[in-house]
Every structure is written in C-alpha cells, then in structure tokens.
C-alpha cells in the first residue's frame, strides 16, 4: 500500500481511515500487508509503535541528480508502516501540514519514485501495489516504464480514486523530475496529457491509464465520474478504461469506531442499550458548555470544504436553532476564507447556549460527538464515498444527507425510500438549496419531537446496518486475484 495518508499517524480525512481500514481487513484474512507513507514532521508520533530506521542508503534519483533518504519502520496500531525521510533543502515533508504547498506535485511525485526505489533496494516484489488518488497516480507510471525493466516484473497495480477534484495537475517539469522524460511520448491524449490543459499533465490520469484496475469508493460515485461533471474532466478517460473500472463501497473500522467499545466516550452502549446514548449527550453538553434542555443535538463533523456544502452546512445550523434544536459543528478548512467564515459565525453565535461551534481538528471529541448527538448533517454537493454517515449509523445518529456518491448508497429515507421499513435508517434529500436540506431536516426533527418511539426504530435500524469492513475487504480481494492472475 503506497499512500500519502495513513490514520492515525497521519490524516486529513476519509483517504487515511480507508488505507487503515482496508489494510487491517485484509491483515485479518491471512495476508501480508505493508504501508508506505512520506515521513512527515507533523505525524502523530505518540501514534507510532517502536519506530527504528531501517535503511539508511537509500539514493532516489531527482532530476540529474540523487536524494540521500532514509527509511523507518514502525507499528501503527500494529499495522507495518514504512515512513520515507529525504534529507534534502527542499524539506518535501518537514513544513508543518501535510498539503497545500505550491510544490505538492513534485513532493509527491519524489515520494512515488522513492517508494519505489526503496522496493527495488529492499527486494519487495509484493503481488500487488495499492496506490491511491493524484499523490500516488504516478506509482504505475514509473512501475511499468522504468521499475519493470529494473527487475520489479511481477507486481499488479489497484488505484483507487477517493476524490476526483484534485487530480495533481502540473508540468512538464514533473517528467524530469521522476526521471521519466520524454515528453512527446506523455504528452498524449492516451496517457498523461491533461484532458483539459493540452500542456500539463494529470498525475490522476497517470493512474487510471497504467494501472491494471481502478477503483473507486462507492457505485454512485463510480457512476457519476463517468456520466456527469463529476469527474472533472476525466470522464472520458474512465469510459476509454471502463472494463477495469468498479465502485467499492468503503467500510469503516468497528474496532475503532463502535460505541460498545469505544474509549473516548464515557458511557459506552450499543444495540440492546441504546439508552446509553443519553449519558454521552449529556457529557457532550456538559463539554460544550451547552444547555441541558430537552432538545435533538444536530451536528456536523467533517472538513469544511465547498464539496461539503457549507452555505448548506450555515442554513443546518441556523434552521436548527430556530426549530427547536441545539447544533454542534466540529471542523476546519484549509482554505482561510472558510476558517474565517466560519470563525466569524463562531463569534456570532457565541452567547447562543444551544450552539457550539469547534475550529479544528479534535479526533476524541469528534468521537464525543458522534455519541452524544441525535442527528448528524451530511449536506454536500458532492461525496465520492463519506465515512461521517456510517459512523454516525453505527452511534444511532441519524444521518441527514444529500442524495450524492456514497451518502446514496448508505443512508435510506426513513418516509420515501423504496427499501423496506427495517432497513431505512435516515433522511435524504436531493436538492442543492435550502428548501431540500429544510424538507430534509424539518421531517427529522419533526419525528424526535412527534414520534420518539418511531425516531427510535431509525436510531436502531442505523447501528444494525453493517458498514464494516468484511464485504468491501472481500471484494478487493477478488480484484486482486484478478489482476494477479491476468
Ligand atoms: P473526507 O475524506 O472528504 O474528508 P469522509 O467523510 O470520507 O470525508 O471522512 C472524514 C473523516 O475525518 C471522518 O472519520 C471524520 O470523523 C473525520 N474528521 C473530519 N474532520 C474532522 C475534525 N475536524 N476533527 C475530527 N475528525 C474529523
């Protein structure tokens, strides 16, 4: 597994919780699974057992010239994990955050061709190489145009596409860079040319040409990116390559988040107890400095990005203070104009005793907050999966969600959906406005106050579902023995 995410040593959202996830699935099913990630100075180290260098020779070609790195290895709650350190003036991965530097193309470009000369010098030939989004898109790439001829002639390549948003579109400069030259030969509409910009390149696009099967993180997904602008631009692409093209649903990691279990939270609960439920919220008030009143919590938990809808996300909360809800928000953007925004609003509602706006990023509150809330705002344009919904399932908080990617594949409407009743667990909505997040939202609340016991069976409908990690983890493992074989 070659990522740039891994949690929770190092994550910005769902991509970490996935490599995690899935890497620890398919652990338990016998097999042999080892993470390359960057080593960043800003990782949570406390996150990392016994971390010891293990290579300390490795030279990455760069340019006309070479990268001295070193090699680490630790556990992360006992997943293997490699960390990749250059020691270069450029600091690719000691600036304090993970992304958003002018240069994260060619950091991240550097790091795939690192991973790979570190396999090459360790003598990895693993079966298959698992990469993920636009960082690691040019993995196959290099696989199959240089390290194939070096000596790595097994390995198969599986590229999953967690957001097609960001692609990593940059210059021709990145061919020198990783030594792959030859412009005239990647400037093709068939291979790296950026479907948009005829002189740039798409580092995504790398990845869905060369690898033996892409992925995506849920069918609807993987139907939008391919019939709508949802795929922003490489939609042609993916029809050319359709025959390896499928749409797994994500899972999330129920040793992680399960409310039977859980640490963070201080009255645990589950299926037959959720009653247990109202200890955490009032715990969560109490944290919050919220009112006890007898009223839903609505919340929000994830980036604040314009893919999740944040004028959405600002109607949520100022349609549930006026209804007869209390709202908590936990989130961070890293787009200023969005911080302030939302700092601003913050301020606004300061003095509001039924509202609590968090800033940042706070893994063990969020967990708090999915426990202690009753319903959970997933308004977004855009969702090629979504992780905040089925956690917020399997904590009995009753997802709100736009009808879009993965929130359509696993939140049924508790009044329209055609599923049966046991198996509708939520409320959806289709429009991109406020009059679709209002009928949303006006029938959930409508519900916790005219039908408690009926708002009940949606709580428990929700924990029963089973968004682990079993059916998707069998599901890559039939991609992988098909693309091994082939
Ligand atoms: P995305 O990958 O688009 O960020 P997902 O819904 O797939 O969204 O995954 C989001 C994950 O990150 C969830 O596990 C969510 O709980 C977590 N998360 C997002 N923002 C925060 C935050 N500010 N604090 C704590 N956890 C967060």
New binding site residues.
Partial sequence: MIASEC?PVA???????VVYGLCHELEIRGHDVEIILPKYDCMRYDQVYGFWKVFDDLWVPFYNQSVHCSVFFGFVHGRKCFFIEPHSERHFFNRGIFYGHHDDPERFAFFCRAALEFMLRANKHPDIIHCHDWQTGIVPVLLFDIYKHLGMTHPRVCYTL??LKHQGVTGEFILRETGLNRPDYYFHPDRLQDNFNRSAINLMKGGIVYSNFVTTVSPTYAWEIMHTDLSYGLGRTLQVHHRKVGGIL?G?DYDV?NPETDSHIPQRYGIASPEGKYANKEALRHRLLLRQDYKPVVAY???L?H??GVDLIRDGIFYSLANGCQFVL???STEAGINHYFWHLKNQLNDNPGCHL?I????E??HLI?AGSDMML?PSLF???????M?ALKYGTVPVVRATGGLKDTVFDADYSHKPPQERNGYVFHDFNYRGLESAMRRAVGRWYSYPHLFRELMINGMRCDYSWNHPGQHYLNIYEYIRDR
């Fill in positions: 949690a994550k910005v959202g769902g991509l970490a919780d967690h957001n994500n999330i988040w938990v994830g980036r990005d893919q999740k936990l989130g961070s968090e940042g990023y706070n893994e509150l969020a999915y997933v969702e090629p999966c979504g992780l905040t919904q956690i």
